[in-house]
C-alpha cells in the first residue's frame, strides 16, 4: 500500500477552469480519513495561494510550491526555502521589462508581482484570488525571490528565451516549463523532485517506493521519474509523455483524473 498522494495542480488536480470540483474534495477526503494517507501538493504556485486551496480541501496537506523552492508541513509552517540569488533574480526581472510580447512575474515572500497588467493569468487564480502587484524594477528589491516566471501568447519566443537565459546563466539556475506558455526560474537545483526527495527522506522517513504522483507538466519530470509509481495526465506537454514513456498514462483533469485514480487504488 503507498503511504503518501502528491499531485500537481493545473492541468492534473484542478479542472480546466482551474477550480477544484467536488468530486476531487470528496475521494481526497475519503482516502484521508479511511486510510491516514499523506497528501502533498506540489506546484509552481506561490504558497499563499496553495494554502487558500488547502483550506478548501480541508485536510491536512503538505505542499512544496514555486517549483520546489519552498516546501510548507500541514500547519503552513516553512520547512524549507530556497531564494534566486539577488544578483541572478535583478538581472531577470530587469532585461525583458519594457517587452510587450513577454510578461515578466515574480514570486517574492507572498506577493505575486507582474511588470503589466495580464487579465488572462488571472483565470488561473479563481480558486484562492491570489492577484498579482505592478513593479517597478528601479524600486524593486531582489530579496526573497524563489520564482521568476515568463509567460507570452507567443510560446516560440519562450523557447528562444529559455536558450538565452540557459547561456548566461547555465548551471547557477534551474529552468523549465510549467506550461507551454510558461517558462519558470528558480535557483540552482530547485525542483519539485528534489523538494519530494527533501521531505520523504528527512521529515516524514518514507520512501519514494510508497510515494505516487500525478502531474503533466515539465516541471513534473524528476518527481514522476522518482516516485514508486507516476501517473502522467492525458492532457499533458506532448514533451514530458515523450521523454518519460514509460510513466502511466491516464484521462486528463476534464475527467477528473487524478480523483478517478485514486479512487481506483484506495476505495
Known sequence: MYEVVVFDLDGTLLSPQHS?????????????????????????????????????INIPIYSITSNGAMIHNTKNQMLFRANLKKNIA???????????????????????????????????????????????????????????????????????????????????????????????????NISKGNSLKMLLNKVLKISLKRCIAFGDGMNDKEMLNIVGKGYIMDNADKNLKKILPHIEKIGSNFEDAVAQTLKKIFY
Open 20 to 56: 477544484l470540483t467536488l468530486f476531487s474534495k470528496q475521494v481526497i477526503r475519503k482516502i484521508y480519513k479511511n486510510h491516514q494517507i499523506i497528501f502533498v501538493i506540489a506546484t509552481g504556485r506561490n504558497y499563499i495561494d496553495v494554502e487558500n486551496i488547502k483550506n478548501k
Open 90 to 188: 535583478r538581472d531577470l526581472f530587469t532585461f525583458l521589462y519594457n517587452n510587450n510580447k513577454i510578461f515578466t512575474n515574480i514570486y517574492k515572500n507572498d506577493k505575486w508581482f507582474i511588470n503589466d497588467h495580464n487579465f488572462l493569468e488571472k483565470k488561473y487564480f479563481c480558486e484562492s484570488h491570489f492577484d498579482y502587484k505592478i513593479f517597478s524594477p528601479e524600486k524593486f528589491s531582489s530579496d526573497g525571490i524563489t520564482k521568476i516566471f515568463f509567460t507570452t501568447n507567443h510560446k516560440k519566443k519562450l523557447i528562444i528565451l529559455k536558450k538565452k537565459i540557459k547561456d548566461r546563466w547555465k548551471k547557477k539556475i534551474n529552468i523549465t516549463f510549467s506550461r507551454s506558455n510558461c517558462l519558470d526560474i528558480t535557483a540552482k
